[in-house]
């Protein structure tokens, strides 16, 4: 039988595979020729000592064992051209895996977003970044693929409770991700190689007889005696199901004031807001690494911080090693920041979200709104940065050391949020008790990682997109709404989901409660 093994060893072995089979030849006592094969099977790194170690679980396999290259391929999806509909609201990762999933249970999946396809978004996206022009339904935001899309692709999920990490994996892998997914310990795709990713996807749902409609906003949801019989389009069709699942992502303001218009039962939902903090990807790596130059084998550094200050979590948020700010705006008249990476990671500034948890008392200011109170004190921010900033995509920035003294930063050097930044005290953007926690937690940050706290990096304000505001309430058992029969509330916007890979195992849930509740 091959022999499994959990070793650890320097970058510069871990990236050579002769390397490797000499090494491991030492620790097993036989000759390197004897060594058939070394398959990897998890990998990551341990920074916390000086001399930086590779954490790697192998499998050896000798001349005399068989060793067979595991392929990955694609479930042997049916066709459901003339199968019982189902509509899926939202092509991010939760629709698009429920679409797949409903594929693969045998049912017809039809996929309507708002926004444009994956390649057609790219135009907008140029637009925000350079003429500050806001398209609502087609953006970082909404669009094929979902907000994961251009705004990084990271594939890491501490939600392996919630289902099968591995099966999404694979899937992202038959569909033409690098199967070093399945090994990194926070496996990333990357904003330039998605797209093609997400097309192959689209393109398997339509082979199979699904349909895909871009450019075709959900505007009403028929409901009758409380169960769903279809929708409704901005363009005025009816298209009629019974069964609905409602993933339209935590932007989707205009579906939650649907509902709430709708009387159907929505909630507020506590979530995180702040800023993103970009330093120069080298000052990070000084860091994290504990040295000048990081070498050619080990990757750009990443970090993840959380401190407990005034009795709420600070923490970092989608760290972007490599990366670069991006303006997600969703609506003219507010600004928004996120982050993302491409797959190599080669850019020189690295961002994160640095955020803090927010409470359904704090949003007491907005309580008329009922259960959208989240969603206003969200938008007030945004709308507020704008203002402040020059009333373009411009967001708000401050140098981190002079925002903890409460001083405007006299200049802002060029950062890598294209639309650009205006110089503002992070004060007047933030409610006071959100900016005397940010000082305070800056302060307590530098002082777990020497040089993090540094005029060398700029706040961007603000980072308020990082889960929904709002949550669709659903059974525990059949994920139905608790008041509407056939709406399966589903992924990020309903509540449910916190990045790529728990939003597609919703979807996939969502897809498997309906096939169960047909039979």
Not at 55 to 69: A, C, G, R, S
Not at 126 to 145: L, M, P, Q, T, W
Request: hydrophobic share 40%.
């Amino acid at each position: 039988m091959p022999k499994e093994l959990l070793l650890q060893v320097s970058p510069e072995i871990a990236a050579d595979a002769q390397l490797l089979q000499q090494y491991l030849s030492k620790q097993i006592k036989v000759g390197v020729s004897e060594i058939q094969h070394v398959s990897i099977l998890k990998r990551s790194i341990d920074a916390r000592q000086k001399a930086i170690k590779i954490n790697l679980k192998v499998l050896i396999y000798l001349q005399d064992e068989v060793f067979q290259e595991q392929s990955i391929s694609l479930p042997d999806y049916k066709n459901v051209a003339h199968a019982h509909e189902v509509i899926v609201v939202g092509a991010g990762p939760a629709g698009l895996f429920a679409a797949l999933q409903l594929i693969e249970l045998g049912l017809k999946p039809i996929v309507i977003e708002r926004g444009k396809d994956v390649r057609g978004r790219r135009r907008d996206l140029k637009a925000i970044n350079r003429d500050h022009i806001v398209n609502e339904d087609s953006n970082y935001c909404f669009g094929e693929g979902g907000a994961g899309t251009y705004s990084d692709g990271k594939l890491y999920t501490r939600s392996k409770k919630r289902g099968d990490v591995t099966r999404i994996l694979e899937l992202l892998v038959a569909f033409g991700a690098t199967p070093d997914i399945l090994v990194d310990a926070h496996p990333h795709i990357g904003t330039n190689k998605l797209p093609q990713i997400i097309q192959d996807i689209r393109e398997k749902i339509i082979e199979c007889g699904g349909q895909v409609l871009f450019e075709t906003r959900v505007t009403d949801i028929v409901i009758i005696n409380n169960e769903v019989q279809g929708v409704v389009t901005q363009k005025g069709d009816t298209i009629a199901a019974n069964k609905i699942i409602l993933a339209t992502g935590h932007s989707a303001r205009d579906i939650f004031e649907l509902l709430d218009r709708k009387k159907v039962l929505i909630e507020a939902k506590p979530f995180a807001l702040g800023v993103r903090a970009e330093h120069p990807q080298l000052l990070i790596d000084r860091i994290q690494y504990s040295c000048d130059y990081r070498g050619e084998h080990l990757p750009p550094a990443p970090y993840s911080i959380v401190k407990q200050v005034g009795g709420r979590g600070m923490y970092s948020f989608c760290m972007c090693p490599g990366g670069v700010i991006a303006p997600c705006a969703t609506s003219p008249g507010e600004v928004v920041t996120n982050g993302w990476s491409p797959s190599k990671r080669d850019q020189a500034t690295a961002n994160s979200g640095i955020v803090i948890e927010l409470k359904l008392e704090d949003f007491a200011p907005f309580a008329k709104f009922g259960p959208l109170a989240g969603m206003e004190f969200q938008k007030s921010i945004e709308q507020k940065a704008w203002h402040l900033a020059g009333q373009t995509q411009r967001v708000p920035a401050q140098r981190m050391v002079d925002f903890t003294q409460n001083k405007v930063s006299s200049t802002i050097p060029t950062t890598s949020y294209v639309p650009g930044t205006t110089s503002v005290e992070m004060g007047r953007v933030f409610p006071g008790f959100l900016s005397q926690i940010l000082r305070e937690g800056f302060t307590e940050f530098g002082k777990s990682m020497k040089g993090y706290l540094t005029n060398e990096a700029i706040l961007h304000a603000p980072e308020s997109r990082t889960s929904s505001p709002v949550r669709i309430p659903r059974d525990g058992i059949s994920l139905e709404h608790l008041q509407i029969k056939g709406l399966y509330p589903c992924g990020e916007g309903a509540g449910y989901a916190g990045g790529i890979i728990s939003a597609a195992i919703d979807g996939e849930k969502c897809a498997l409660k309906i096939a169960e509740s047909l039979q």
